[in-house]
């Protein structure tokens, strides 16, 4: 599979890793829009939020993804607040097909977003 995030979670392709467990991995953005922006993303190729279905392995993988954004927003401080983004398809702005949160936080954030 010609994934470039399966590739940093495999460890072929270097990143940033901020966090790491059995299911997950959490890396700096290559391409910062904030002070803080690291991605989250399961180790299992999922192509987008989309393509989660409804099973309980796959809900409580989305769960899991969300519960590290927040434990990794407490270590970056960023108790003033902070976004998590999921870009879904081409309309939602995703670039890179592998299911990934944005946190992003460390200044203001813009409502609506672009
Ligand atoms: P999307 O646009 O799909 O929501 O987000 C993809 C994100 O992945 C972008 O913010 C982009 O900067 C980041 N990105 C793309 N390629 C790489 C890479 O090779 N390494 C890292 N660390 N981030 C990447
Ligand atoms: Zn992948």
Redesign the pocket.
Known sequence: MDC??CK?AAGE?P??KLYEDEHAVA???????APV?L?IIPRQHIASLAEVGASEEEKTLVGHLHGIANELARRQNLGNGYRI???TGPD??????HL?L?LLGGRAMHWPPG
């Open positions: 470039i995030f940093i392709i990143a940033k890396f700096a953005d290559i391409n910062p829009k922006h991605l983004v999921i870009n939602g702005g995703q670039t890179v097909d990934h944005h």
